[in-house]
């Protein structure tokens, strides 16, 4: 006869537990959230990847000339022409801290074909990232109107096909900290230690491919404590959960000052030579509150305040409004460019998404749905009222009427 230790039968009864909750109408948002994947097979989803890759494949390969039509530059092309004539052979500190942010440089120099290289690879990776934000959804048990609603508010507008297409290193850190932030509250609130080490993994990519990225971590490190944690009642828990989520993204920055500090006798960090601070940028506040452009930038705020009550997370509120506030400072540190395009939108939305959990009552569930559908009223109205991405969509009526 087997006997069992405490911990595994503790483990028993709490599965059990969870069991004959989902079995019972109207607790199923308590029962314990899915961890296998979606789709279950892996074959499937990357036909799934590639399916959702292709609208924007063919906008990036076809549409690839319509940045050259245009009156103003796109991010893309600014990169591009930022890493132009590096030695990747020889590259010291000092260049190095031209290219900030490294992993991001990289990446737009190693990919050829230019514009079109980086368009063509920024639609295989929204392949991927909707695919992963559709199984976070499916693992919090939404129904499928709700997660079609949220996958439209993400994927079906300009702002996201031009940040897609145009702004490589943009949208791969939007992505990167959305899918890190769902395994942050997986991690701190489900226990789940390798989502845990994927999150500060992935906030790490962030801060490297991403200009703005370090602002992004600075937010989860803020939110972290916010989230109600598995491990509730241990000494040290909340402390030792975040620091295994930040730990890879500080540790990785310290390095880089260290070696700074050694080798060039400074002790300013490499990402300040990122950093022009403009302080007319920041007519951008009263920009916020005077005109519909400003209007519908806090719409995307106060929407994720509407779905933190929703879910009964009034902390989540303050999460949203950290997050807008900082990426209204990376604007004026000009951490985000000014022709970025729909950089504050997505990142609210896919902030919303990666915590939002599942709604405990269909009454909630339906206005959570409606939320998403106005997300998307929004997300097309703020299109039309971006010069740069008007000046894009613009671009390429004009190619397509030529290729006609």
């Known amino acids: 006869m087997v006997t069992l230790t405490d911990e595994r039968v503790a483990s028993l009864r709490r599965r059990r537990a969870e069991e004959a909750a989902a079995a019972?109408?109207?607790?199923?948002?308590?029962?314990?959230?899915?961890?296998?994947?979606?789709?279950?097979?892996?074959?499937?989803?990357?036909?799934?990847?590639?399916?959702?890759?292709?609208?924007?494949?063919?906008?990036?390969?076809?549409?690839?000339?319509?940045?050259?039509?245009?009156?103003?530059?796109?991010?893309?092309?600014?990169?591009?022409?930022?890493?132009?004539?590096?030695?990747?052979?020889?590259?010291?500190?000092?260049?190095?801290?031209?290219?900030?942010?490294?992993?991001?440089?990289?990446?737009?120099?190693?990919?050829?074909?230019?514009?079109?290289?980086?368009?063509?690879?920024?639609?295989?990776?929204?392949?991927?990232?909707?695919?992963?934000?559709?199984?976070?959804?499916?693992?919090?048990?939404?129904?499928?109107v709700k997660t079609l609603a949220f996958g439209l508010a993400l994927g079906a507008n300009p702002l996201f096909v031009y940040t897609v297409t145009q702004n490589l290193q943009g949208f791969l850190g939007i992505a990167l900290?959305?899918?890190?932030?769902?395994?942050?509250?997986?991690?701190?609130?489900g226990r789940d230690t390798q989502a845990g080490f994927r999150a500060g993994l992935l906030f790490m990519a962030t801060s490297l491919v991403q200009a703005s990225g370090l602002l992004y971590v600075t937010v989860a490190a803020l939110a972290a404590p916010l989230i109600s944690l598995a491990r509730r009642g241990e000494r040290g828990a909340r402390a030792s959960t975040?620091?295994?989520?930040?730990?890879?993204?500080?540790?990785?920055?310290?390095?880089?000052?260290?070696?700074?500090?050694?080798?060039?006798?400074?002790?300013?960090?490499?990402?300040?030579?990122r950093i022009s601070y403009d302080p007319e940028k920041w007519a951008i506040v009263p920009h916020l509150v005077t005109t519909l452009d400003g209007f519908l930038l806090l719409a995307s705020m106060v929407s994720g305040w509407l779905l933190a009550l929703l879910v009964r997370r009034p902390g989540a509120i303050?999460?949203?409004?950290?997050?807008?506030?900082?990426?209204?400072?990376?604007?004026?540190?000009?951490?985000?460019?000014?022709?970025?395009?729909?950089?504050?939108?997505?990142?609210?939305?896919?902030?919303?998404?990666?915590?939002?959990?599942a709604a405990s009552t269909t009454r909630a569930s339906v206005l959570i749905t409606t939320i998403a559908l106005v997300q998307v009223i929004i997300a097309w109205a703020a299109a039309f009222n971006r010069p740069v991405v008007l000046d894009w969509m613009h671009a390429l009526g004009t190619l397509w009427g030529g290729l006609r």
């Open 177 to 189: 900290f959305g899918l890190g932030a769902a395994d942050m509250l997986r991690f701190l609130a």
């Open 24 to 144: 019972v109408p109207g607790r199923a948002a308590r029962a314990r959230a899915r961890i296998d994947p979606f789709p279950l097979l892996a074959w499937r989803r990357w036909l799934l990847r590639l399916v959702l890759a292709f609208p924007y494949l063919v906008i990036g390969v076809v549409g690839a000339p319509a940045a050259t039509l245009m009156s103003t530059t796109t991010p893309n092309l600014d990169h591009l022409a930022g890493v132009a004539g590096l030695s990747w052979s020889n590259l010291d500190l000092t260049r190095l801290g031209e290219v900030w942010p490294p992993l991001g440089a990289l990446i737009v120099a190693v990919v050829p074909g230019g514009e079109m290289g980086l368009a063509v690879v920024g639609a295989l990776a929204a392949g991927v990232f909707l695919q992963k934000m559709i199984e976070v959804m499916h693992q919090r048990r939404f129904h499928p």
């Open 318 to 357: 303050l999460i949203s409004t950290t997050l807008f506030a900082a990426l209204i400072v990376g604007f004026v540190l000009g951490l985000i460019p000014a022709n970025a395009g729909g950089n504050i939108y997505l990142t609210m939305i896919v902030m919303g998404v990666a915590i939002l959990p």
């Open 242 to 273: 975040i620091l295994v989520v930040l730990f890879p993204t500080f540790s990785v920055l310290a390095s880089l000052a260290f070696l700074e500090l050694v080798f060039l006798h400074s002790a300013s960090p490499l990402l300040v030579s």
